[in-house]
């Protein structure tokens, strides 16, 4: 008799048929991964299974994972492990996967120290992310109800953090999140922005000035492209705030997300030794934009007096 070969992914595998899409489950969820976890993040359906929809959003969580993976490593080291924040939380959905991505698959049954913060306002979100870790034992997990200014100065979290995450953190949230990266002396910075409306409502209020100063200003002289391109320029003056802090900064697509018309993946990375050359030619390129831009007013926000 022919023996059938046993897939490494299970006994469900084995006992599933070809044409039964719990095969494909098992072929596509990585060893080690906690199924109750994706069924909580509706990733997988109840019965464990994919469909078409849900297969794309794994496929999702792996790009994403990919990204701050090798971050997570190069922070971790034998004697210390790392820390990392990750702003306007919500349901906790990104902290939850890299946790159970990086311990419980790429390091399991290995000593790695590590914790994730979740930090949120919406006081029933942390609770419920509370018990769900609770439940899964994922023990390295903290959830905090607190402001991104009340994170920055609470001592529930250390005084200095490795890597700061915000994922679709709407308007200003996302400079928020800087701000707190950057007086947390954080590493590494992964930002998905998303609703950015401040900087395209200075664009609407200081047009008919701007358009008089410059042709430029014909860039965003329409409704629908002041909002374009408020924010295309919001992004370009974070990624310039930070290289203005020493940060070398790469953008490029977060692909096949949810939000296919936002998102734009910041990754912000601040070398031992920052070059002064190049954080001095940062600070001098933001401060001329926002000035042929007539966008004085939001200095404080993105170059500060000192930074």
């Not at 084995?14 to 072929?27: F, G, L, M, T």
């Not at 018309?261 to 190049?278: D, F």
């Amino acid at each position: 008799m022919q023996k059938t070969s046993t897939p490494r992914s299970g006994k469900t595998a084995r006992q599933a048929s070809k044409a039964d899409p719990a095969v494909q489950v098992i072929e596509e969820i990585r060893p080690g991964q906690s199924i109750e976890l994706l069924k909580e993040l509706h990733i997988l359906t109840r019965e464990g299974k994919l469909n078409q929809d849900t297969r794309r959003k794994l496929k999702q969580v792996y790009h994403l994972y990919q990204f701050i993976a090798p971050l997570l490593e190069e922070v971790s080291g034998a004697d210390k492990g790392f820390t990392l924040a990750d702003h306007g939380a919500g349901k906790s959905y990104l902290g939850f996967i890299l946790y159970d991505l990086f311990f419980n698959v790429a390091h399991q049954g290995q000593k790695t120290a590590g914790s994730i913060y979740g930090i949120e306002t919406r006081s029933e979100l942390v609770e419920k992310s509370r018990t769900l870790a609770q439940r899964l034992g994922f023990s390295r997990m903290v959830f905090l109800n607190l402001l991104v200014a009340e994170a920055t100065t609470s001592d529930q979290l250390p005084a200095q953090v490795d890597i700061v995450t915000a994922l679709h953190a709407c308007d200003t949230a996302t400079d928020d999140a800087i701000a707190f990266g950057l007086a947390k002396q954080a590493r590494h910075m992964v930002l998905v922005p998303c609703c950015q409306a401040e900087v395209a409502g200075v664009l609407r209020k200081n047009k008919a000035l701007t358009l008089a100063k410059t042709p430029l200003a014909e860039l965003w002289r329409h409704p629908l492209h002041t909002r374009e391109f408020g924010s295309q320029i919001t992004n370009v003056l974070r990624c310039l705030q930070l290289e203005a802090h020493g940060y070398q900064v790469t953008v490029t697509e977060l692909v096949g997300w949810e939000h296919s018309m936002k998102n734009e993946l910041i990754i912000a990375s601040r070398p031992a030794t920052p070059s002064a050359a190049k954080t001095r030619q940062a600070q001098v390129r933001l401060q001329e934009v926002l000035a042929e831009l007539n966008l004085g007013e939001l200095t404080a926000r993105f170059a500060p007096p000192g930074g």
